[in-house]
């Protein structure tokens, strides 16, 4: 099957729309990385209760947001390789947010954990360009984001231990996955089921450490 089959790449985008878009990624991706890490390094009782409840401060410091925001880039660019770019461009700029302040603010650098997220980063560049094809037609493209959702899904739930919550905004990211990749009932199903087969699998082979 051609790639062309399963979603179309949309042309005739301008240079200059593409490259705002980016940039605006860039910048959010930096700001989302500065904010991160000042949050880290605050204490708990500087944010409003409903922020201490939800643990939105060790939120950005777990997978599911940073598997949510990659998702949605990558599917709502208009082609996978735009996908694939703005994706690793996003991570790159968060990190760069991330450990300048670090650094120059806090005076340090984890350099062992940014390597860790360096790796990540580049290994987004192929999975954004796979995930950008999650919108499209066919059995490939229901199996795409059944996989997305099932990550996230096992992000916010035990399957393999007993049945209970990890973290709530894990169960608001998971959601959302849902509501951004939703397709037709039929086509849903399957990508709901699929998702759990996911899940399990993913939760066997990375047990939960968060």
């Known amino acids: 099957m051609h790639l062309n089959d399963i979603r179309t790449p949309e042309k005739g985008i301008s240079l200059k729309r593409q490259l705002m878009e980016t940039i605006g990624i860039v910048l959010f991706g930096f700001a989302l990385g500065v904010l991160q890490k000042w949050m880290d390094g605050s204490p708990d009782n500087r944010f409003p209760l409903l922020m201490q409840r939800?643990?939105?401060g060790n939120y950005f410091g777990r997978l599911a947001v940073w598997i949510l925001l990659a998702t949605v880039i990558s599917i709502y660019s208009k082609t996978p390789l735009r996908a694939s770019i703005n994706t690793f461009l996003f991570f790159v700029s968060m990190l760069a947010g991330y450990y300048l302040y670090?650094?120059?603010?806090?005076?340090?650098?984890?350099?062992?954990?940014?390597?860790?997220?360096?790796?990540i980063s580049f290994a987004s560049i192929f999975f954004a360009y796979v995930c950008w094809y999650a919108r499209g037609e066919g059995m490939?493209?229901?199996?795409?984001?059944?996989?997305?959702?099932?990550?996230?899904?096992a992000q916010a739930f035990s399957l393999t231990q007993g049945f209970y919550v990890y973290h709530i905004?894990?169960?608001?990211?998971?959601?959302?996955g849902v509501?951004?990749?939703?397709?037709?009932?039929?086509?849903?199903?399957?990508?709901l089921g699929f998702s759990i087969v996911i899940a399990v699998v993913y939760q066997f082979a990375i047990p939960y450490w968060g």
Request: glycine share 6%; charged share 15%.
């Open 169 to 176: 905004m894990e169960i608001i990211t998971w959601m959302i």
């Open 54 to 56: 939800l643990d939105i």
């Open 179 to 191: 509501i951004v990749l939703r397709r037709k009932p039929k086509e849903f199903a399957i990508e």
């Open 140 to 153: 490939i493209s229901i199996l795409i984001s059944g996989a997305i959702i099932g990550v996230l899904f």
């Open 102 to 119: 670090c650094n120059y603010i806090l005076g340090f650098l984890p350099k062992a954990y940014m390597m860790v997220w360096v790796v």
